[in-house]
C-alpha cells in the first residue's frame, strides 16, 4: 500500500518531527509498503519558500492517491485534518505501526 504518514511538523523541534516520520516510513518499507513523508518538504521549504497554505494543499493532493494513513503520536492540527480527509475519501487510518497490515507478498 502506498501510505501517508502524518505526524508533528512544526510543534516542537522540526527536525526531531522529520527523523521520526522518516523511521516510520523505513518500517512502512520493511513491511512492504511505499510511504509517503510530507515532512520531506522541509528541506524543498529551505530553497524555495512557500506559505503554509500551500503546503497543506500539496500534502492533501499527495493523500488522495495514497492508500492509507498512518498517524504519528503528537499533537498536530495539519495531521489531525489529514486523518479526517483520509477517514473522508474512506481510507483506512492506523495510529499504530503494529495495526498496518504486512504488505510483503507471500510464496503461493
Not at 500500500?1 to 523541534?13: E, L
Not at 523505513?26 to 510530507?38: A, C, Q, S, W, Y
Not at 497543506?56 to 504519528?72: I, M
Amino acid at each position: 500500500m502506498r501510505i501517508y504518514v502524518a505526524g508533528p511538523f512544526s510543534k516542537g523541534n522540526q527536525m526531531q518531527n522529520v527523523h521520526t516520520a522518516i523511521g516510520a516510513a523505513d518500517m512502512l518499507v520493511v513491511k512492504g509498503h511505499t510511504p509517503f513523508i510530507p515532512h520531506l518538504t522541509a528541506f524543498w521549504s529551505l530553497v524555495y519558500s512557500h506559505p503554509d497554505d500551500f503546503w497543506y494543499a500539496y500534502d492533501l493532493e499527495w493523500l488522495k492517491v495514497c492508500d492509507a494513513l498512518l498517524r504519528l503520536p503528537g499533537p498536530s492540527v495539519g495531521a489531525d485534518n489529514e486523518v479526517e480527509q483520509a477517514k473522508a475519501q474512506g481510507k483506512p487510518v492506523y495510529y499504530s505501526l503494529a495495526d498496518v497490515p504486512d504488505g510483503r507478498k507471500r510464496d503461493a
